[in-house]
């Protein structure tokens, strides 16, 4: 049996060949609408159904120990089918196979639960009320484009500064590029069609003592390569490796702490997550956005409209923003969460009951943030601070109670103690006890908001009915100076 | 072996792990569990170090990582240093036979043979067939480490001396056939005297006041040196169960924890927990069982998770 692979080097297609004769990586339209006539032929014309054609390619290179520790170029493809007839789906199938004989073997597995399922009450087939595949392209071509070759001399590059001062790097580059096709085809008939185009781009550095007395980490990732500054990520790992050499125990307390926006990040992700999807808020009744149920009303009661964090806070998925450079949104909105500190909305899922709010679909929900608020400079915040501590990033999040969204988690990759506006000296890790409603309720002051290290983990997203878009998740924050930030007590671990 | 799997959480079966569930039984035991436990009043949290007497479940959780993961090679070499991170271990070539982890009774073993066991296979994905077992702990000193045909070379001055056979231990595990195989753990049984120790109840009656864990989780730092333990804890008093606590948590170091061993279950007290865990860039995961007994540990820190600095 031919595979999806195979299919690729098919004569008939092969114009899909690369330049150099390799096998491409992703599909092209031909292919994909290719897969949906062939589809169309098997499945009897009384059925409705949505077609997802998914494929992916990435290219990974790993180091450690200033050493070439692993390259992969991975590929795959994901082909999901969803039967429906007269409104109730049948059932979902999920293949990588895009022959005839495992397209003809889908169908009729599906088909054989006809009657023998209960019926799922689901959005009717014949009018999408949400829009399947509604998401944001981010694609550069220079992403997609990029060589393996390039990533494996950039390991070279990027660990030389590491050897010399006699320091161990591990670190991580990739690249990967996705195409979702769907396609739906009506019992009458009827038929509709999107594509959504994503890439990614991520490098990861830590740089390590060889006693393991210092550590110092720093990454990026975009849907850009070129924005994806890799010799400024190596600079920035070896600096902090070296600065955070030989720490000194202080003692857990309540510090004025500033926050890089790699940490705010940690904070802003969980504050994201409370905001939606709305259906946690109207049916579980729970949860810090909660106010209860209003009989006289009969509805439930929520926070839109009050104060939930800082005055000077704003959050919002904003496909216009410039990291996203010249790509325009595609039927995605600007969404505001929260403004100058009022939350003004929630997200919502594909849900027809909550139709206002259609828009802001599970796509937005996994895809960015962008948090804004100030443009006081990390200089200026150190400069001010009498004591302090000055964080890198957080590890090991663990939740602790649902109400108060209070987390646990640890400090890593340097913290430092900041005295009269100096930084004075290495500090050992602290585990901590925050909630973001506290923390972000705490600012002292705001910066200028960054993207920060935020890859989607891909090559293994659930294919989701309807299709919805890859998500290549942007967080865009500033670095925070908090008051109070609660450090419990201090960990060994460097 | 005879020992029994969990039944709810992963294992190395087929079909047949599904279909011969006791599920009336099981939800019967639930439902009595939760009727005991209703009983119970909740007490708030009292700070301070305890006699603690955890479950299978928490030994497997806090085992596999503290030993499971620490001992994977590439592990401890930095491989994992931009992902997870690295291990306590810091220093493999003074370490394996010398450092004394924590009580003589800790005898831990790694294996891919174990019935049941999440990460049972006849080849590992370097093609090496694994030994049935290998010591991982002997006596509470650490005699071995997972490895892969690489891995095992960075150490082959130790296998030499000690006449370990020069050989991967077959721990190489890649998620999916695209995936490029990584080090993994292999199921871990914690081997204890067939004659003798106690069932989790004996324990529990042995205990004049202190704290038990019931399927607690466990949350490790990146070097897998300390860690917090949060779920449902009891007060124990005379030996029975008189109280739920609330909002407690048990802040260790791993060389505590292991050290403060005071006594193991026994062998038919043995339970193996499956568990879902990731590693590698790009993240792969992985499943391994760990099957421990329950076991009580002295001196343990109990704290207030909800309390801020």
């Known amino acids: 049996m031919k595979t999806s692979r195979s299919d690729l080097w098919n004569a008939d297609q092969a114009s899909n060949l690369m330049q150099d004769g390799t096998a491409p990586r992703v599909f092209d339209e031909a292919v994909e609408l290719d897969i949906f006539e062939r589809v169309k032929k098997i499945c009897d014309e009384s059925y409705s159904f949505v077609l997802g054609v998914r494929s992916w390619w990435g290219v990974g290179q790993r180091w450690a120990r200033n050493r070439a520790a692993m390259t992969s170029d991975q590929r795959d493809v994901e082909i999901g089918i969803r039967l429906s007839k007269k409104g109730s789906i049948l059932g979902r199938l999920l293949l990588n196979?895009?022959?005839?004989?495992?397209?003809?073997?889908?169908i009729d597995f599906l088909l054989k639960g006809e009657g023998k399922y209960l019926h799922i009450e689901d959005m009717p087939v014949a009018g999408y009320t949400y829009p399947p595949g509604k998401g944001i392209d981010v694609w550069s071509d220079k992403t997609f484009n990029r060589a393996m070759h390039e990533n494996g001399e950039a390991v070279i590059r990027l660990t030389e500064n590491a050897e010399s001062e006699g320091m161990l790097s591990a670190g991580f580059i990739s690249t990967w590029g996705a195409r979702q096709a769907w396609f739906v085809r009506?019992?009458?008939?009827?038929?509709?069609?999107?594509?959504?185009?994503?890439?990614?781009?991520?490098?990861?550095?830590?740089?390590?003592?060889?006693?393991?007395?210092g550590s110092g980490w720093a990454g990026q990732s975009s849907f850009e390569v070129e924005r994806v500054d890799m010799n400024k990520i190596a600079e920035v790992a070896l600096d902090k490796c070296i600065r955070s050499l030989n720490p000194v125990r202080i003692e857990p307390g309540r510090y004025q702490t500033i926050l890089e926006p790699q940490a705010t990040a940690a904070f802003a992700s969980l504050l994201l997550r409370e905001l939606g999807p709305r259906k946690k808020i109207e049916f579980v009744r729970g949860g810090p956005l909660f106010l209860g149920y209003d009989a006289a009303l009969n509805r439930i009661r929520n926070k839109i409209g009050l104060k939930i964090v800082d005055e000077r806070i704003s959050l919002s998925h904003d496909p216009e923003h410039p990291i996203y450079g010249t790509h325009p949104s595609l039927g995605v909105d600007r969404v505001e969460m929260i403004r100058n500190g009022i939350l003004t909305d929630?997200?919502?899922?594909?849900?027809?009951?909550?139709?206002?709010h259609y828009k802001i679909g599970e796509a937005l929900f996994r895809s960015?943030?962008?948090?804004?608020?100030?443009?006081?400079?990390?200089?200026?915040?150190?400069?001010?601070?009498?004591?302090?501590?000055?964080?890198?990033?957080?590890?090991?999040?663990q939740r602790l109670d649902e109400q108060s969204v209070?987390?646990?988690g640890l400090t890593r990759d340097g913290l430092w103690l900041v005295e009269d506006g100096k930084i004075s000296k290495a500090v050992k890790n602290f585990r901590w006890t925050e909630s973001p409603f506290f923390v972000f309720n705490n600012v002292a002051e705001i910066?200028?908001?960054?993207?920060?290290?935020?890859?989607?983990?891909?090559g293994r997203t659930p294919f989701s009915h309807p299709p919805t878009a890859d998500v290549v998740k942007s967080i865009v924050v500033p670095p925070m100076k908090i008051n109070d930030f609660s450090f419990t007590s201090t960990i060994d671990a460097i | 072996m005879g020992d029994s799997v969990d039944k709810l959480s992963y294992a190395g079966m087929g079909y047949e792990y599904i279909r011969d569930q006791p599920n009336y039984r099981y939800v019967d035991e639930l439902w009595d569990d939760l009727i005991e436990r209703a009983k119970l009043p909740v007490v708030p949290v009292d700070v301070g170090k305890f006699t603690v007497l955890m479950d299978a479940k928490g030994m497997s959780n806090c085992l596999r990582a503290c030993i499971g993961f620490a001992t994977e090679i590439d592990r401890i070499f930095g491989f994992e240093a931009n992902a997870g991170g690295t291990s306590y271990i810091t220093d493999p070539y003074d370490s394996l036979g010398r450092m004394k982890l924590g009580s003589s009774a800790w005898n831990i073993t790694g294996s891919r043979s174990i019935p049941g066991g999440c990460s049972s296979v006849k080849w590992d994905d370097e093609g090496v067939v694994p030994p049935d077992q290998f010591d991982i702990v002997r006596d509470g000193v650490l005699v071995d480490v997972q490895t892969s045909r690489e891995g095992h070379m960075w150490v082959r001055d130790y296998y030499e001396r000690n006449l370990k056979p020069e050989a991967s231990n077959g721990c190489m595990l890649a998620a999916d056939a695209i995936d490029s195989p990584l080090i993994r753990s292999a199921d871990l049984m914690v081997q204890g005297d067939a004659e003798t120790g106690y069932s989790l109840d004996e324990l529990r009656k042995g205990m004049e006041k202190g704290i038990e864990w019931r399927t607690p989780g466990v949350s490790f730092d990146f070097q897998m040196a300390t860690a917090l333990v949060t779920g449902q804890a009891f007060e124990i008093k005379n030996?029975?169960?008189v109280a739920r606590i609330a909002n407690a948590g048990m802040l260790f170091r791993t060389s505590e924890l292991l050290e403060n061993l005071v006594q193991l279950g026994s062998v038919d007290s043995r339970v193996g927990f499956g568990a879902r865990t990731g590693k590698g860039q790009p993240s792969q995961a992985a499943y391994n069982s760990v099957f421990a007994p329950p076991g009580v540990f002295?001196?343990?820190a109990i704290i207030d998770t909800m309390r801020k600095a």
Request: net charge negative; proline share 3%.
């Open chain 1, 346 to 356: 929630l997200f919502s899922d594909h849900d027809n009951s909550v139709q206002e």
């Open chain 1, 97 to 106: 196979q895009t022959d005839d004989v495992s397209l003809r073997n889908a």
């Open chain 2, 298 to 300: 002295k001196d343990m």
């Open chain 1, 368 to 397: 960015s943030l962008v948090l804004e608020g100030g443009n006081t400079s990390m200089e200026e915040m150190i400069a001010t601070m009498q004591r302090g501590l000055l964080v890198t990033r957080f590890s090991s999040l």
């Open chain 1, 447 to 458: 910066g200028s908001s960054i993207p920060v290290f935020s890859p989607n983990s891909h």
């Open chain 2, 239 to 241: 030996g029975k169960r």
């Open chain 1, 186 to 213: 009506n019992a009458g008939g009827r038929e509709s069609k999107g594509v959504n185009l994503a890439t990614e781009a991520q490098c990861s550095i830590t740089v390590r003592h060889p006693q393991g007395v």
């Open chain 1, 406 to 408: 209070l987390y646990t």
